[in-house]
């Protein structure tokens, strides 16, 4: 990606629609003027009576790009064809920054730290280009008290300028590990007469790493992709869509023969998700049935596969109600170790430093619900 296609011409600003006013704003280049601003509320006011709210709005030559947060609309403004995406990467990037730093982000925690928000902005983006966005790196020489901050200033970390930005120098433990889990969750649903609607699988690959010094790591995955390009298409494989890495993931290697090679982050991080849209057998299954025995007592029976029954008897005062009850379907939640319903599996883990030590990788799966429904026809 070329330096001109990642830049884009704002001034950044957070509006609070409960005063009608701006808490903070940043003209990073002085191409849009100011009090632009003052056509945002109206425009957006304007779209919400029709009900057509867009994320983006315009006013003559002038592009609003906006989210709402809380309390808060986050806006950036650009006069050029930016790159939206990035504009929006870059919004909810500040959000998670803040979060980091203030816990909550509202109007008043805004409102508390004007001085830590403006030096975060500051390095968040420099003349619209995004710089440090890693709160992490970022905490090393921004803190939330005032009178350090211009200390901080003189003893900026080497992390700021090195193409390493995610991770510092001079680290050491005395055992070296990184710990790996690989968690998948499932979307199902399932209509009253037990057919699978719709399900797909949303996996994460997060990591704890406590390596010193800067070391490089390989992973290899069961990958599909990458067996057909070594011809080793054997044994158990999955096809990953939707894949989106860590800023420390080297894409062109990727791209070129699906290694995923990396300097990793200190601590936890989450490495890559992905998303795997095939048919998924139901893995619990649940059955209900409801019986209104009189107006005063209704009886449940829940079964779940072939392990479990609970039946239970409600006594009620006696109400009567000849409108149709709704039938809300049955909401599941689970976590299983040591499993993933794909198949996906760590082949190996390489780490590579030039001091050469031994550093152990740890392995954990776990499959968890998302957004598991089951419908019944009780």
Known sequence: MSTSSVTFDPYWLLFSPLTLQVLICRNYKGDVDMAEIDHFLPLLMTQEEEGLTCPIMSHGNVHFLWIKHTNLYLVATTNKNSNASLVYAFLYKVVEVFTEYFTELEEESIQDNFVVVYELLDELMD????????????????????????????????????????????????????????????????????SVMSSDIVGTVKLKTMLSGMPELRLGLNDRALFALTGRDKGKTVTMEDVKFHQCVRLSRFESD???????????????????????KPLIWIESVIEKFSHSRVE?????????????????????????????????????????????????????????????PWVRYITQSGDYQLRSNF
């Open 127 to 194: 003349f619209g280009f995004p710089q440090t966005t890693d709160s992490k790196i970022l905490q090393e020489y921004i803190t939330q008290e005032g009178t350090k901050l211009e200390v901080a200033k003189t003893k900026v970390p080497t992390t700021v300028t090195n193409a390493v930005s995610w991770r510092s120098e001079g680290i050491k433990y005395k055992k070296n590990e990184v710990f790996i889990d690989v968690i998948e969750s499932i979307n199902l649903l399932v209509n009253a007469n037990g």
């Open 258 to 280: 699906r290694t995923i090679s990396f300097i990793p982050p200190d601590g936890e991080s989450e490495l890559m998700s992905y998303r795997i849209n095939t048919h998924v």
């Open 300 to 360: 449940i029976m829940v079964k779940g596969g072939k392990e479990f029954l609970m039946r239970a008897s409600f006594g009620l005062p006696s109400v009567e109600n000849d409108e149709m009850e709704g039938k809300p379907p049955i909401t599941v939640n689970f976590e299983i170790p040591y499993f993933t319903v794909s198949g996906i599996q760590v082949r190996y883990m390489k780490i590579i430093e030039k001091s050469g030590y031994q550093a152990l």
